[in-house]
Nanobody
Framework: QVQLVESGGGLVQAGGSLRLSCAAS????????MAWFRQAPGKEREFVAA????????YYEDSVKGRFTISRDNAKNTLYLQMNSLKPEDTAVYYC??????????????????WGQGTQVTVSS
């Protein structure tokens, strides 16, 4: 099991940037596929970006390609999401998720076993 704590959310104007972090505890982080999801009010949780355990593979939802970058530092047990050129439609609670014991890049909510509590990102127009 991986315990996850997100940070870095906040209020930013459209066009601005934020960097989210997800600190993981437990010895399985380096063997876990990781991802970011988000959930806006009244909507289902949706995939944002995913990364394989060795950072060799990444995958992005179409609307964030070219604006968001997912990365990880296994030595620091930390996952990141650099968000640039933010838009009001990026407003949501952002969650990090982990699935231990796989070298795949996973994009489905139900494939992830461990979740953080979320961090709010609000983009004003």
């Amino acid at each position: 099991q991986v315990q996850l704590v997100e940070s870095g959310g906040g209020l930013v104007q459209a066009g601005g940037s934020l960097r989210l972090s997800c600190a993981a505890s437990g010895r399985t982080f380096s063997s876990a596929a990781m991802a970011w999801f988000r959930q806006a009010p009244g909507k289902e949780r949706e995939f944002v970006a995913a990364i394989s355990r060795d950072s060799s593979s990444t995958y992005y939802e179409d609307s964030v390609k070219g604006r968001f970058t997912i990365s990880r530092d296994n030595a620091k047990n930390t996952l990141y999401l650099q968000m640039n050129s933010l838009k009001p439609e990026d407003t949501a609670v952002y969650y990090c998720a982990a699935r231990a014991g796989t070298d795949l890049v996973l994009v489905r909510v139900y494939l992830y076993e461990d979740w953080g509590q979320g961090t709010q990102v609000t983009v004003s127009s």
